[in-house]
């Protein structure tokens, strides 16, 4: 593993690589300055690289100086349609976008742990994959690098993945925490589109008015939703659009509303939303009105293997103390397309606190606001996390594999396990 003094030689330059994205943030999955920035950063590094094809991704393998599994790093890079209000020096130079997530810190923070794993590549059992990624903020850009072949690029399936965010809020600088079992809600988007017949709002009765459908569908849900989802494995249904007419004497032919869904296990989302359409088209049916429902299931449920959520939560423990990691209570009700990997292998998601020293975690602005905060010192500290999760876990993979070698040699007799044990002790 790593320490945080291990990552001072890299530290400056990690923080100006950050700053230099915030500067130029961008959005969606065609990053050009950013994946430009990204290369340069990781020049001179032995790593295989390719490019996305259908996004300006970046996905580097440092091979290991031992036979061994592959693990994979996640950094996300996009940023959000957000105009800075952060009065930082280094705030964006883009008018109408900023690194309000802290993708900039996640970026850097990837760069750095491939320069720690690159200078003791010798000592790795295995290969590391650095996936940066474009296009986590909507664009489902994970899964494309999935479909491209990301968790195969260092020639087989890695074995594990581990992704890191920061938190502009709630945690302090420095502090980590984690959990097993769900970490992140499922996210769906709904637009729904009532129409009717328009007419004069004097005489409603030769009209078939859109409004109090959609007014009842919105009230409706809400009672849905209580009375579907388990108290202990809630659902979030917000309306956060409804539009209807434009004249106050005017019955409009049509209406629509615009809602987010969040739920936190693949049974809830099921019945959520079968829930919402049953209701929708009933309420439709009762008013006589038409309705077309647009629902799209944006990311699933963020699950952390509770095999690996245990190795990241000792693992940062070892490397930065046990004040400095805790288990989290319950889940947030964001939403992550790191999820997608983690549907594929196992792995885990971790966030780390980045609010500025004379900051009240507690008020500070939180992740997607103009005025966001991060602190630079988080970069270098989440550099040697993930650099530690990578170098550490195909320590683990290579001491399970020799522990299942000398116990097949065991039942094979004295003889092989003895030299099985020679074997070992020589590499």
């Given amino acids: 593993m790593f320490t945080s003094s291990d990552a001072l030689p890299y530290a ?3 923080i100006a690589l950050r700053q230099a994205l915030h500067r130029e943030p961008e959005l969606g999955l065609d990053l050009p300055l950013t994946q430009a920035k990204v290369l340069a950063a990781l020049d ?19 091979r290991g100086g031992r036979p061994g599994p592959a693990v994979l790093l996640r950094g996300d890079m996009d940023a959000l349609p957000v105009q800075e209000e952060s009065g930082v020096g280094y705030a964006s130079e883009i008018a109408g976008v900023m690194h309000a997530c802290g993708h900039d810190l996640h970026t850097a923070g990837l760069v750095g742990a491939a320069h720690l794993l690159a200078s003791r590549r010798d000592e790795l059992d295995g290969d590391v994959v650095f996936m940066f990624q474009p296009g986590e903020e909507g664009q489902r850009g994970a899964k494309i ?34 959990r097993a079992g769900t970490v992140l809600a499922a996210s769906d988007s709904v637009t729904v589109t009532v129409t009717g017949k328009g007419g004069h709002g004097s005489s409603p009765h030769l009209a078939v008015d859109p409004v109090p459908a959609l007014c009842e569908m919105v009230t409706a849900l809400q009672t849905m939703v209580t009375r579907t989802a388990d108290a202990w494995d809630p659902a979030v249904l917000s309306v956060g659009s409804i539009h209807a007419g434009s004249a106050n004497n005017v019955i409009p032919e049509s209406g629509t509303f615009q809602a987010t869904v969040r739920t936190f296990s693949a049974a809830t989302h099921t019945a959520i939303r079968a829930g919402f359409e049953r209701v929708v088209r009933g309420v ?17 449920v963020t699950v952390n293997d509770a095999t690996e959520a245990d190795f990241v939560h000792r693992t940062v423990r ?13 889940p947030l009700a964001g939403s992550e397309d790191f999820s997608f990997v983690l549907d594929e292998v196992p792995g885990a998601y971790l966030m780390l606190g980045a609010v500025p020293p004379g900051t009240d975690p507690a008020s500070a602005p939180m992740n997607h606001a103009p005025q966001a905060v991060f602190d630079d010192r988080a970069v270098p500290e989440a550099a040697v996390a993930l650099a530690s999760l990578a170098a550490a876990r195909l320590k683990q993979a290579a001491g399970l594999k020799q522990a299942a070698g000398l116990k097949q040699a065991a039942a094979a007799g004295p003889e092989r396990a003895a030299a099985a044990r020679q074997e070992q002790a020589a590499s």
């Fill in 12 to 14: 400056e330059r990690l």
């Fill in 44 to 62: 001179g590094l032995p790593l295989e690289i390719t490019r996305g094809a259908g996004l300006t991704s970046v996905t580097a393998v440092l």
């Fill in 145 to 178: 690098m999935i479909e491209e072949g990301v968790l195969d690029a260092a020639g087989s399936r890695v074995v594990a993945a581990y992704a890191l965010h920061v938190a502009a809020t709630a945690l302090p600088l420095g502090v980590f925490a984690t």
């Fill in 284 to 300: 439709a049916d009762a008013h006589g009105v038409q309705v077309e429902i647009d629902y799209e299931e944006n990311y699933p």
């Fill in 318 to 330: 070892g490397t930065f103390g046990a004040q400095r990691i805790f288990l989290a209570p319950r």
